[in-house]
């Protein structure tokens, strides 16, 4: 029962060439850098992620990116970064494109042994009709483009529903607050959306702790995700745990005659 790995090279040691990847995290909050750091350093290449972006430049994800180790990413939004954009209209990488709810949920429905379901997001657009852009050629064009999804009419008010299919793979990635040695873990606020989530779908699910308790030290009405979905923790340095990456910093400027001080 005893889940505690040694350290975050041993943590990802049988994620192989061509791996399916379900990665916990938004932008750069809650996304597990340290077991992704060390899959970094482990090479391996032709990986097939599911997050819900690819990072930024230089964090999270994006240090695959750079290395050219992932193939195919299905995410929700590419967001600001430009290396992911281009690879993406530069033919170098598929890119499955999905509602964020929609991912969600096929990330959950595959965790629970739910093959498919019925729902109203993207009905009407290329999402349920396809031929969105999956890979680019090298001459621009569209090289492989998203197949047409059954669509059909369900409920009292005869409403039109897409048919999504539940995702699962071979590892998942994921960052928790706080983690027993069975694997129970507990996570701070944004974090919780997508790294329980991705922990489901995973066949063999690696959580990265920045604190590990003894069992039966969490209540278990605090625990967000059940240790039978895990099979492994890392157990984060007190260093590790702190350094956590900003993606947008803003601050403003308050007028002193408010009563606020500048921040």
């Given at each position: ?82 290396e992911f954009a281009r690879q993406y209209l530069g033919g170098e990488i598929e890119v499955e494109l999905v509602p964020q709810g929609t991912l969600a949920e ?158």
């Amino acid at each position: 029962m005893d889940k505690v790995q040694q350290s975050a090279d041993d943590a990802v040691r049988d994620i192989h060439e061509g791996a399916s990847l379900a990665v916990g995290g938004f932008g750069l909050g809650g996304v597990p850098q340290v077991l992704i750091a060390a899959l970094r350093r482990r090479g391996v290449g032709g990986l097939r992620v599911v997050s819900n972006n690819c990072g930024v430049d230089g964090g999270g994800l994006g240090t695959l990116l750079d290395d050219a180790r992932i193939a195919r990413a299905t995410c929700s939004y590419i967001g600001a970064n430009k290396e992911f954009a281009r690879q993406y209209l530069g033919g170098e990488i598929e890119v499955e494109l999905v509602p964020q709810g929609t991912l969600a949920e096929r990330l959950r429905a595959g965790g629970c042994g739910i093959p498919a379901f019925y729902t109203p997001a993207g009905v009407g657009t290329q999402v349920a009709e396809g031929g969105m852009p999956w890979r680019y050629g090298p001459d621009g064009g569209v090289a492989l483009a998203s197949p047409p999804k059954e669509v059909r009419r369900l409920g009292e008010d005869d409403r039109e529903y897409v048919l999504e299919h539940g995702i699962t793979t071979d590892f998942a990635l994921i960052r928790a607050a706080k983690g027993d040695r069975h694997g129970n873990l507990v996570f701070n606020r944004s974090a919780r959306n997508f790294n329980p989530l991705a922990a489901m779908a995973g066949r063999i699910a690696i959580a990265e702790v920045e604190e590990l308790v003894e069992p039966g030290e969490l209540d278990p009405d605090a625990v967000h995700l059940p240790g039978v979905f895990v099979q492994r923790v890392l157990v984060l340095s007190p260093e590790q745990a702190a350094d956590k990456g900003v993606e947008n910093r803003t601050i403003r400027t308050v007028s002193a005659e408010a009563g606020v001080s500048a921040r």
